[in-house]
Nanobody
C-alpha cells in the first residue's frame, strides 16, 4: 500500500527556517504529483505547494518567495524548505501524492512562535 512519512516539523521562532521531508513508498513516485498541504486549528486544509512529474511548481500566494518545494525521484522524496516563517504558518503539514487517487501522510506539526 501507499505510505507517505513526513519528518522535519517542530517549533521555531518567527523569521526562522524549517525543512520538511516526505518519503514515499508503494507508488510510482516519478509520475506522481506531490504536494504539501496544511491545516491550522479551526481552518480548512489548504494547498501550500505542489510539484508535478516534470518539476513544475505551484505555490499558495501566502508562501510565495518564502517556501520552496523540491523532489528527488531517485529517493522518492519530496521536501519543503520553509524560510522567513511567520506565526500564521503554524499548522499541521501533510504530504500528498496524487496518481489517479489522493494519498496522505499522517502530518507533522509546525509551530512558529512570535
Amino acid at each position: 500500500q501507499v505510505q507517505l512519512v513526513e519528518s522535519g516539523g517542530g517549533l521555531v521562532q518567527a523569521g526562522g527556517s524549517l525543512r520538511l521531508s516526505c518519503a514515499a513508498s508503494g507508488i510510482i513516485f516519478s509520475i506522481s504529483t506531490m504536494a504539501w498541504y496544511r491545516q491550522a486549528p479551526g481552518k480548512q486544509r489548504e494547498l501550500v505547494a505542489d510539484i508535478n512529474k516534470l518539476g513544475s511548481t505551484n505555490y499558495a500566494d501566502s508562501v510565495k518567495g518564502r517556501f520552496t518545494i523540491s523532489r528527488d525521484n531517485a529517493k522518492s522524496t519530496v521536501s519543503l524548505q520553509m524560510n522567513s516563517l511567520k506565526p500564521e504558518d503554524t499548522a499541521v503539514y501533510y504530504c500528498n501524492a496524487h496518481l489517479y487517487s489522493d494519498f496522505w501522510g499522517q502530518g507533522t506539526q509546525v509551530t512558529v512562535s512570535s
